[in-house]
């Protein structure tokens, strides 16, 4: 059974910084696409990052592209979203996805890019407040 725990998010001042952490259990991360994507309140799921199984190859949305790192650490199963230069509208639920197979797909959309994912974690909460 894929299991993706999240965490890293909390609350921080405009221009700061937050590291999220993606932590698998039952996949192995490096053969699947890994996502990032956020939800605010009253607002629709936006996909902010995506790193690729075969290459490595990342993709980002417009909105947090040269602000945003997404990595992968294959020895601890985890992959990363560092978070720089933070800003009031970053603020929403962060999710982890995975791009396995599963009952239910979301489909996560950056840069006209669509990534089909089958596993997501719970969440974590990321506030940029004054």
């Known amino acids: 059974q894929v299991q993706l725990v999240e965490s890293g998010g909390g609350l921080v001042q405009p221009g700061g910084s937050l590291r999220l952490s993606c932590a698998a259990s039952?996949?192995?991360?490096?053969?699947?696409?890994i996502g990032w994507f956020r939800q605010a309140p009253g607002k629709e799921r936006e996909g902010v990052s995506c790193?690729?199984?075969?290459?490595?190859?990342?993709y980002y949305a417009d909105s947090v592209k040269g602000r945003f790192t997404i990595s992968r650490d294959n020895a601890k199963n985890t992959v990363y979203l560092q978070m720089n230069s933070l800003r009031p509208e970053d603020t929403a639920v962060y999710y982890c996805?995975?791009?396995?197979?599963?009952?239910?797909?979301?489909?996560?959309?950056?840069?006209?890019?669509?990534?089909?994912?089958?596993?997501w974690g719970q969440g974590t909460q990321v506030t940029v407040s004054s």
């Open positions: 996805a995975a791009g396995v197979p599963g009952k239910k797909i979301v489909v996560v959309t950056i840069n006209h890019r669509s990534f089909p994912f089958g596993s």
């Open positions: 039952g996949v192995t991360l490096d053969y699947y696409a």
């Open positions: 790193i690729s199984s075969s290459d490595g190859s990342t």
